[in-house]
């Protein structure tokens, strides 16, 4: 499917798609979205021109078909990727309502994020004062929030949560790992039973910590934190406490977004998406 469709080619194929039944209409799918990937311009001119004065009503759904299909192709290679990125995971589940971004979206803010935070962060060595800097950082100086109760879609989507900077526990958690990456410092998220923590545990460093991002970033040590599961009769050793990899992080942000859209009532087309999506991961 490598030929360039005329103009009149492709008014035929959207004309086509509006009388033919939906057998044939997978087959034309396939050609408008191959026009739509190699000759856009051409495409949207057809469109202005044939369609000025008003649009078929189903082109919309059309198109949005055709786009989500490819962005579920997007998380199939995501997702067999032996070491999948984050912020690129993250990016994709922002594609499902801004198709716009590009897949370093989160990526650029990061950095520039990062590059806001240096001076306060490039000096310190200590796990726990990295740590604390960030915390500083991250609510402080760039100014971000949590919110607990009553989550939407855009405290999910991560590049709205970067825009209004404020969002669940979860992406505040996303936040820190990724902004801790640049400075050298590895933190990986765990649930303890419903308690989101980071470790930070680099082999660089002599001991652990722990963060608690819903407390604003308060550090535990190792004894704080076996003091807590002892008083909650944890049976759980630290060592056995498994962490978040990233398809682990981008199907948690997927089933959330699940989760809120079931009480939103949003459009089936958009929810079953974000279902295949997750069972992809």
């Known amino acids: 499917m490598d030929k360039n469709y005329s103009d009149k080619e492709i008014f035929a194929i959207v004309r086509l798609m509006q009388t033919e039944d939906e057998g044939n209409c997978v087959v034309l799918k396939k050609q408008l979205s191959h026009i739509i990937k190699k000759q856009p311009t051409d495409f949207k001119n057809v469109i202005s021109k044939e369609f000025r004065a008003s649009k078929p009503a189903f082109l ?16 199939t290679q995501f997702s067999i990727k032996q070491n999948p990125n984050l912020e690129e995971g993250v990016a994709l589940i922002s594609k499902i309502i801004t198709p716009s971004i590009s897949k370093d979206h989160v990526k650029n803010i990061i950095d520039k994020f990062s590059e806001e935070l240096s001076d306060s962060l490039t000096e310190k060595s200590e796990p726990e004062d990295i740590c604390k800097m960030l915390t500083q950082g991250i609510f402080s100086i760039l100014g971000f929030d949590i919110k607990v109760k009553d989550l939407t879609a855009q405290d999910i989507y991560f590049d709205k949560f970067l825009v209004n900077k404020t969002g669940g526990v979860f992406n505040i958690a996303c936040l820190y790992v990724m902004l801790a990456k640049r400075f050298g410092i590895k933190l990986e998220i765990l649930d303890l039973h419903g308690k989101l923590l980071l470790e930070c545990d680099d082999i660089n460093f002599k001991t652990n910590c722990y963060i608690d991002p819903l407390d604003y970033g308060t550090i535990s040590s190792e004894r704080s934190l076996k003091t807590y599961l002892m008083k909650r009769d944890i049976n759980l050793k630290l060592q056995d406490i498994k962490h978040f990899n990233t398809r682990q992080i981008v199907k948690r942000i997927l089933g959330n977004l699940i989760y809120v859209y079931n009480r939103q009532n949003p459009t089936a087309n958009r929810l079953n998406f974000i279902r295949e999506c997750f069972e992809v991961l």
């Open 60 to 75: 919309q759904t059309v198109l949005e078909d055709i786009y989500l299909q490819d962005l579920k192709y997007a998380f």
